[in-house]
DNA sequence: GTCTATACAGTGATAGAC
DNA sequence: GTCTATCACTGTATAGAC
């Protein structure tokens, strides 16, 4: 008996493979050991190994963000938009417990091959958030100010949270971004 | 000829190389590459190998973090010394070229052996910020918030520069997070 | 399609010549 | 103290049985 049968199901077990010991530490021996996929079936479903994996991982994380956070904040009212990304970064990162993949990819140069889709990750969130603050009514330099301090604070609370083992710290930053998103919004 | 001869010479230069391709990444290839130094010779300055090297880089940098960041905020008149934190962040790391060892550590899980190290350094910093915002007059809730909002948001800009290569999202970073301190400590 | 067997390079680590 | 030679092992990757 099996639990995986496609190979767009084995993607957040993998996923989580590299997150938690990064893209040189995620071995086959400890994918095959998570997924109960053998090697030969990993490279018949990723015919380039492991570079191949980290791809669709990688565009894994971006559509859901794509259709979560970015889309929304693009199409949506602006304030529910904002409400909902904070929502969505709370529950996808597990309230602290979990970090950001691409966040642990931008700091390993040791494959360039990845780094258009990392800046376009990061680069896509701030315009999105900077844009739905500029619809929302916020002046552009300090909507893009915003933005950035946001999705930076993220990454941050994240790295900390991680660093002390305090999953609460997470929670507390991301509280602490959203009451200056409203502060502005509001003031 | 050979540039080094002591081992507290060579941390420096092991330490770019934990930097630039994480723990695993940094094969003793890359370090002997780097160095100039053959693997025997390293083996030994660390009996123990990429363990202790990695143990004694990370020592290397709390150090130099204590001596130019934690005791100034400790013993400092308070405004100054968070005058100097910001001016040592930014040098420290290269106004956003360089990233933060002790946070690529932090997002690896693969080894806990440096988990007390980590958590020490930022719990360190929290403290040590935290309690020179107290002596500045600021109330201790919000000078707990203020400091783990500054710890955190270096390391979220530390990630962004990098993801982006916009070495300038961290200095901006960092400007935003003065005004906010010097803000409080004014209002 | 799934697996086992295997190739081959590179890993961390050790021994020993000088 | 520094290096080279070598170790056992694990890494990615491939071939081929079923």
Same mark, same amino acid.
């Given at each position: 008996?099996?639990?995986?049968?496609?190979?767009?199901?084995?993607?957040?077990?993998?996923?989580?493979?590299?997150?938690?010991?990064?893209?040189?530490?995620?071995?086959?021996?400890?994918?095959?050991?998570?997924?109960? /996929?053998? =090697?030969?079936?990993?490279?018949?479903?990723?015919? *380039?190994? =492991?570079?191949?994996?980290?791809?669709?991982?990688?565009?894994?994380?971006?559509?859901?963000?794509?259709?979560?956070?970015?889309?929304?904040?693009?199409?949506?009212?602006?304030?529910?938009?904002?409400?909902?990304?904070?929502?969505?970064?709370?529950?996808?990162?597990?309230?602290?417990?979990?970090?950001?993949?691409? @966040?642990?990819?931008?700091?390993?140069?040791?494959?360039?091959?990845?780094?258009?889709?990392? =800046?376009?990750?990061?680069?896509?969130?701030?315009?999105?958030? =900077?844009?739905?603050?500029?619809?929302? @009514?916020? @002046?552009?330099?300090?909507?893009? *100010?915003?933005?950035?301090?946001?999705?930076?604070? /993220?990454?941050?609370?994240?790295? /900390?949270?991680?660093?002390?083992?305090?999953?609460?710290?997470?929670?507390?930053?991301?509280?602490?971004?959203?009451?200056?998103?409203? *502060?502005?919004?509001?003031?």
């Amino acid at each position: 008996m099996r639990a995986v049968f496609e190979r767009q199901d084995t993607l957040p077990l993998i996923a989580e493979v590299f997150r938690e010991f990064g893209y040189e530490g995620a071995t086959f021996s400890r994918i095959t050991e998570r997924t109960g /996929i053998s =090697k030969g079936s990993l490279y018949h479903f990723f015919p *380039d190994g =492991k570079e191949e994996m980290a791809a669709h991982v990688l565009a894994h994380i971006d559509a859901w963000f794509e259709a979560h956070v970015f889309t929304p904040l693009a199409r949506d009212e602006p304030r529910e938009a904002v409400a909902q990304m904070w929502r969505a970064v709370l529950d996808y990162f597990h309230s602290g417990r979990r970090i950001c993949l691409v @966040g642990v990819f931008a700091m390993d140069e040791t494959r360039d091959v990845f780094a258009d889709a990392i =800046k376009g990750y990061f680069q896509r969130w701030i315009k999105a958030l =900077k844009q739905a603050l500029v619809r929302a @009514g916020v @002046g552009r330099a300090r909507a893009q *100010d915003l933005a950035e301090e946001c999705v930076a604070g /993220i990454q941050g609370g994240l790295v /900390i949270s991680r660093a002390t083992g305090e999953a609460a710290q997470f929670v507390r930053t991301v509280r602490r971004l959203a009451a200056r998103v409203d *502060d502005e919004l509001s003031g």
